[in-house]
């Protein structure tokens, strides 16, 4: 069995899942690293991983099909013979940003799919394992959703729906895996300088000239990537189902 404890971060060929597997590598462990697809990205991220000195295991699949959590589950046993950690943070924007009156059926369903349905299904499959599997060492469970699980987006309310949801799932998770030595944490970031947000650059570099945050600049993936790494190595050993807020203070009411 590999020594050093394994994190499988989903959505890591880029942007805050990358930035995530570099700094959890930093911190230690072995990674799998995994994207929709196998591309150029992806295969750079390895490329970066193995520079590091890190073990990495590489998985492309698509989250939301659930059929392929026990194969991807299985392939990281064989490899590594344990999982100390599962970082849900592969997620996709909504098709068009848009009124709440014309949000269509398809992104709807791709949210729900997506954002939401192959998160839990994926913490279910990787909690019944680490259930089955005791051990002493720190094991979490770290679910990357958004400012938009607390925000009211009204265009892009599909997102908004799905996310929050992510926030019930981790205090459900958090409470019934608590008696397992399962921490579970929610993130959730606020503007992050990747390609998820590329589109609306120019329309969030307005906002920001006029004070969009009390930390008034974009974040960064490895912003993120710090909160993981902070959780994931139990520096907050009396905390579980806990959401930290990663947004520049955001969401402070002010007046
Ligand atoms: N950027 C922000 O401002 C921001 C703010 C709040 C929350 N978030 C959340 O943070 C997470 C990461 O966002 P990001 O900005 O880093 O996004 P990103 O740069 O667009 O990267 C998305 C990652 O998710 C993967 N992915 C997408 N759909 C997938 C699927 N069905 N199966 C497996 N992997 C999939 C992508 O893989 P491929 O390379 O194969 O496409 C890629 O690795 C998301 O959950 C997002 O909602 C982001």
Redesign the pocket.
């Known amino acids: 069995m590999e020594e050093k404890p394994v994190v499988l971060v989903?959505?890591?060929?880029?942007?805050?899942?990358?930035a995530t597997a570099e700094r959890m590598a930093d911190a230690g462990f072995s990674i799998v690293l995994?994207?929709?697809?196998d591309?150029p990205?992806?295969q750079a991220a390895e490329e970066r991983l193995l520079n590091l000195g890190a073990k990495v295991l590489t998985l492309?699949?698509?989250?939301?099909?659930t059929t392929r959590h026990e194969g991807v589950l299985h392939a990281v046993i064989e490899r590594f013979g344990r999982i100390d950690c599962l970082v849900?943070?592969?997620?996709?924007?909504v098709r068009s940003r848009g009124d709440l009156l014309d949000i269509s059926e398809e992104s709807f369903d791709e949210q729900i799919a997506?954002?939401l349905r192959?998160h839990f299904f994926l913490t279910q499959r990787i909690a019944r394992w680490m259930i089955a599997n005791p051990t002493n060492s720190y094991r979490s469970i770290i679910t990357?959703?958004?400012?938009?699980a607390e925000a009211a987006s009204t265009t892009r309310g599909e997102?908004c729906i799905a996310?929050s949801a992510l926030s019930m799932m981790t205090k459900l998770f958090a409470v019934r895996l608590a008696d397992e030595n399962i921490h579970v944490f929610e993130i959730?970031?606020?503007?992050?300088?990747?390609?998820?947000?590329r589109p609306v650059r120019d329309a969030y570099e307005s906002r920001l000239s006029n004070g969009f945050s009390p930390i008034n600049r974009w974040?960064q993936?490895a912003d993120?990537a710090n909160a993981v790494e902070t959780l994931a190595t139990g520096k907050l050993p009396f905390a579980t189902g806990e959401a930290i807020h990663v947004d520049g203070g955001l969401l402070i009411s002010r007046y």
Request: aromatic share 4%.
């Open positions: 989903t959505g890591s060929s880029r942007g805050i899942g990358l995994n994207g929709k697809k591309s990205a992806l492309p699949f698509d989250i939301s099909d849900n943070n592969a997620g996709i924007s997506v954002n192959a990357i959703s958004s400012s938009n997102y996310k959730r970031p606020g503007l992050i300088a990747t390609d998820m947000t974040g993936p993120v």
